[in-house]
């Protein structure tokens, strides 16, 4: 389950456009819209290692999101994606207007660590299987394997890592705690077969990822994976994790389903195909 966040900068070299009262500007980080001295708008936007570009919109007067989409698409010459919070009925409104449609959707969860409420106690770790700390593996060898985990998770099929953005967002970010990043390796073969990783945000801890390699479900691994990692935060006081599961992913939403787990909110995320020809 879970669907890790990547993060990135919006391109530079786009002209000045100007949309009756709204005038968009490029910026180190992306896009701005004003209205004369006011600043009604920003966006940014980057393309994920799946090949996904990914746009974000803020904006402070309705009829500055179409010149910001017009902008970034612009740039970009490809669909477009975006994620809003699901309660954000305004927000959903403007996008769709501008081009956008739904094309997936996650629940956000609350998980409690006390294994007395998730019922994680006294998990075995499979058979022929060793458990240790993301610091302790071969960096290349666990970006592969999480390449080939994300290809099962909703939203992320493609995904391929060059390794210095692998680093960047793993090893790199302050988020990254080895203690609460976890991989399987098969003792036999020395094949990585799974992971578990809580990112320490500064909102709160965030289970990015509990993925399985296919070889090695349906043995309880996930699990025990789970029950070592939230072990780590309940020693720590850390009550509650929070975590994302496309509504559609059976199996992540079973697991997490049966945890204990609260459902705080979702998300939508939204596509706006490239047309055939991008006004310029």
């Given at each position: 389950m879970g669907r890790d966040k990547s993060s990135g900068a919006g391109s530079s070299g786009m002209p000045t456009v100007q949309t009756m009262s709204i005038v968009i500007t490029m910026t180190p980080d992306g896009w701005a819209a004003h209205h004369g001295e006011l600043a009604v708008g920003r966006a940014a936007a980057f393309v994920r290692p799946d090949d996904r570009c990914v746009a974000s919109l803020d904006c402070w007067r309705a009829d500055a999101y179409e010149p910001l989409v017009?902008?970034?698409?612009?740039?970009?010459?490809?669909?477009?994606?975006?994620?809003?919070?699901?309660?954000?009925?305004?927000k959903h409104r403007h996008l769709a207007e501008s081009g956008f449609a739904v094309h997936?959707?996650?629940?956000?969860?609350?998980?409690?660590?006390?294994?007395?409420i998730?019922?994680?106690?006294?998990?075995?770790?499979?058979?022929?299987?060793?458990?240790?700390?993301?610091?302790?593996?071969?960096?290349?060898r666990l970006r592969e394997l999480d390449d080939e985990l994300r290809q099962d998770v909703p939203g992320a099929d493609g995904w391929t890592w060059q390794p210095q953005g692998f680093r960047k967002q793993t090893y790199d970010s302050p988020a990254f705690d080895?203690?609460?990043?976890?991989?399987?390796?098969?003792?036999?073969?020395?094949?990585?077969?799974?992971?578990?990783?809580?990112?320490?945000?500064?909102?709160?801890?965030?289970?990015?990822?509990?993925?399985?390699?296919?070889?090695?479900?349906?043995?309880?691994?996930?699990?025990?994976?789970?029950?070592?990692?939230?072990?780590?935060?309940?020693?720590?006081?850390?009550?509650?994790?929070?975590?994302?599961?496309?509504?559609?992913?059976?199996?992540?939403?079973?697991?997490?389903?049966?945890?204990?787990?609260?459902?705080?909110?979702?998300s939508i995320e939204l596509i706006r195909p490239r047309p055939a020809a991008d006004p310029v």
């Amino acid at each position: 389950m879970g669907r890790d966040k990547s993060s990135g900068a919006g391109s530079s070299g786009m002209p000045t456009v100007q949309t009756m009262s709204i005038v968009i500007t490029m910026t180190p980080d992306g896009w701005a819209a004003h209205h004369g001295e006011l600043a009604v708008g920003r966006a940014a936007a980057f393309v994920r290692p799946d090949d996904r570009c990914v746009a974000s919109l803020d904006c402070w007067r309705a009829d500055a999101y179409e010149p910001l989409v017009q902008a970034v698409a612009r740039h970009f010459q490809r669909d477009l994606y975006t994620e809003i919070d699901e309660s954000d009925d305004e927000k959903h409104r403007h996008l769709a207007e501008s081009g956008f449609a739904v094309h997936r959707r996650e629940h956000l969860y609350a998980i409690p660590t006390d294994p007395a409420i998730t019922g994680l106690i006294d998990r075995t770790v499979p058979p022929g299987i060793e458990i240790v700390t993301a610091d302790q593996v071969d960096e290349d060898r666990l970006r592969e394997l999480d390449d080939e985990l994300r290809q099962d998770v909703p939203g992320a099929d493609g995904w391929t890592w060059q390794p210095q953005g692998f680093r960047k967002q793993t090893y790199d970010s302050p988020a990254f705690d080895p203690a609460t990043y976890l991989v399987a390796i098969e003792r036999s073969t020395g094949r990585y077969a799974g992971l578990v990783r809580v990112w320490n945000d500064p909102g709160g801890p965030r289970l990015g990822l509990i993925a399985v390699g296919r070889p090695y479900r349906r043995r309880g691994l996930a699990t025990v994976l789970l029950a070592q990692a939230f072990a780590v935060l309940h020693e720590r006081g850390t009550t509650e994790v929070a975590a994302e599961a496309d509504v559609t992913n059976v199996g992540s939403n079973s697991l997490l389903g049966g945890l204990g787990t609260r459902r705080i909110g979702g998300s939508i995320e939204l596509i706006r195909p490239r047309p055939a020809a991008d006004p310029v």
